[in-house]
């Protein structure tokens, strides 16, 4: 393969004090899904808010494509081609459902590039389409989330990033999003998801990060790391 879309660098992330994130590498190669893994407190979430600006970089680089990324604003990123599904789907729950997807399509200007988006996202979503009028706080939780990625979607990125997909929501719909994140991959977008439910995570992900204690315990091939003890063994506080 080439150069990776997503390369990341001794990654430092420290809030005061505490170190969350201890000096990690990673890439993600153009087409790929990569898991990020690893118990609470890990450091998933803090990496992944650091690679979009949310945090900030104590050193190390995050480069994307040919742009050093490193503490970007968050603005910026959709406009580059990377876009963040947050933990917490974070919907805005009194707008509708049409309101919350234009937000993410505030980069683009083509009007053939936004009605592409738009049909894009309902082709993916029809719920959302039935319920474009409707507030999105009155949406169920699995709405919400499938509305948090069609938002995200909305400025056709090259590269998603979820944060907890899955999280709080019944297992029918948590398969529901899995399919979802291989239909888009299948479309062309690659994709870094952090996610707690390991084994459905690594049914879908060509490669994966286990992280403990913010440095990366192990990695490698998802079907390889299923069936690893090492995986275990970062969960359980080992290395």
């Known amino acids: ?10 990654l430092d992330v420290r809030y005061g004090a505490v170190q969350a994130v201890d000096g990690i590498n990673f890439d993600v190669e153009q087409g790929e899904i990569v898991a990020l893994l690893g118990a609470n407190g890990a450091g998933k979430s803090s990496t992944l808010n650091a690679l979009v600006g949310l945090v900030p970089t104590f050193s190390g680089e995050v480069i994307f494509e040919d742009n ?10 959709p406009g580059l081609g990377m ?11 009194t707008l509708s459902v049409a309101e919350n997807l234009q937000m993410g399509a ?22 959302l389409a039935e319920r474009r009028n409707q507030f999105a706080g009155t949406l169920s939780g699995g709405q919400q989330q499938m ?16 944060d907890e997909p899955s999280l709080g929501l019944a297992p029918k719909i948590i398969e529901q999003i899995f399919e979802l994140i ?7 977008v690659t994709i ?3 996610e707690q439910n390991v084994s459905m995570a690594l049914d879908i992900a060509h490669r994966a990060y ?23 063994n970062a969960y359980l506080g080992g290395a």
Request: aromatic residues 4%; glycine residues 8%.
């Open 210 to 232: 286990v992280l403990a204690n913010g440095t990366v315990a192990t990695s490698g091939a998802a079907e390889e790391l299923a069936e690893s003890s090492n995986l275990q």
């Open 83 to 93: 876009t963040l599904s947050p933990e917490g789907r974070r919907v805005f729950g």
């Open 192 to 194: 870094l998801v952090v």
């Open 182 to 188: 291989k239909t888009l991959n299948d479309q062309g």
């Open 1 to 10: 393969m080439g150069q990776p879309l997503l390369q990341v660098r001794s």
């Open 147 to 162: 509305l948090a990625v069609g938002r995200a979607l909305m400025s056709n990125p090259k590269m998603l990033l979820l």
């Open 106 to 127: 505030f980069g683009l200007r083509d009007p053939n590039e936004i009605a592409a988006a738009w049909d894009r996202v309902f082709d993916l979503f029809p719920i």
């Open 68 to 77: 050093n990324i490193t503490n970007i604003r968050p603005e910026m990123l």
